[in-house]
T-cell receptor, first 116, second 114 residues
Framework: AQKVTQAQTEISVVEKEDVTLDCVYE???????LFWYKQPPSGELVFLIR??????QNEISGRYSWNFQKSTSSFNFTITASQVVDSAVYFC?????????????FGDGTTLTVKP | KAGVTQTPRYLIKTRGQQVTLSCSPI?????VSWYQQTPGQGLQFLFE???????NKGNFPGRFSGRQFSNSRSEMNVSTLELGDSALYLC?????????????FGQGTRLTVV
């Protein structure tokens, strides 16, 4: 069975601070995919990144960066110089190989509040 | 390109009634998935449809059902509503099956059962 754990329920930072959101996953598959989504107050989940299990390269996109470590089953997400607009709930998700990302196991989410 | 459209955005129903939610995927997307989001259970997968066929199903009772039409639009039905069915129901569409592409979500339908 797959499982995604986001141990941090809520994080509060002051604008311009860096913040890291943790994600630990469990799966028996050797091929799998990991995702991060952002859910603003409007409700829809916004895709941020997708990573497959064979690609452990870290990725940076503007102020966002992701650290994938297969050895520790972690896929952490860092926001550098946080802004108020980053306030949202962030979800980490895992999907099995051979299935569409439409069937994903989500973590419980981390609510990030960035204060001005 | 229009995003995923879910209707209605808000619904209030009485216990015992049934409800139908609608989802129109992004044009060209053939896969539609449904999720239930509640404060206590988080995001839980309901089912996934591809080319009018249910491909995957989550652990929900038979009161929850769905279907997909030839134009890829999908509906989700919940019969004999219970108070615990109050939730945000999210629909997601994906382009190609089997490639684990990202899912694009709608804004959801917030269902309140009283």
């Amino acid at each position: 069975a797959q499982k995604v754990t986001q141990a941090q329920t809520e994080i509060s930072v002051v604008e311009k601070e860096d913040v890291t959101l943790d994600c630990v996953y469990e799966t028996r598959d050797t091929t799998y995919y990991l995702f991060w989504y952002k859910q603003p107050p409007s409700g829809e989940l916004v895709f941020l990144i997708r990573r497959n299990s064979f690609d452990e390269q870290n990725e940076i996109s503007g102020r966002y960066s992701w650290n994938f470590q297969k050895s520790t089953s972690s896929f952490n997400f860092t926001i550098t110089a946080s802004q108020v607009v980053d306030s949202a709930v962030y979800f980490c998700a895992l999907s099995e190989a051979g299935t569409n990302a439409g069937k994903s196991t989500f973590g419980d989410g981390t609510t990030l509040t960035v204060k001005p | 390109k229009a995003g995923v459209t879910q209707t209605p955005r808000y619904l209030i129903k009485t216990r015992g009634q049934q409800v139908t939610l609608s989802c129109s995927p992004i044009s060209g997307h053939r896969s539609v998935s449904w999720y239930q989001q509640t404060p206590g259970q988080g995001l839980q997968f309901l089912f996934e449809y591809f080319s009018e066929t249910q491909r995957n199903k989550g652990n929900f009772p038979g009161r929850f059902s769905g279907r997909q039409f030839s134009n890829s639009r999908s509906e989700m039905n919940v019969s004999t509503l219970e108070l615990g069915d109050s939730a945000l129901y999210l629909c997601a569409s994906s382009s190609v099956a089997g490639r684990n592409t990202e899912a694009f979500f709608g804004q959801g339908t917030r269902l309140t059962v009283v």
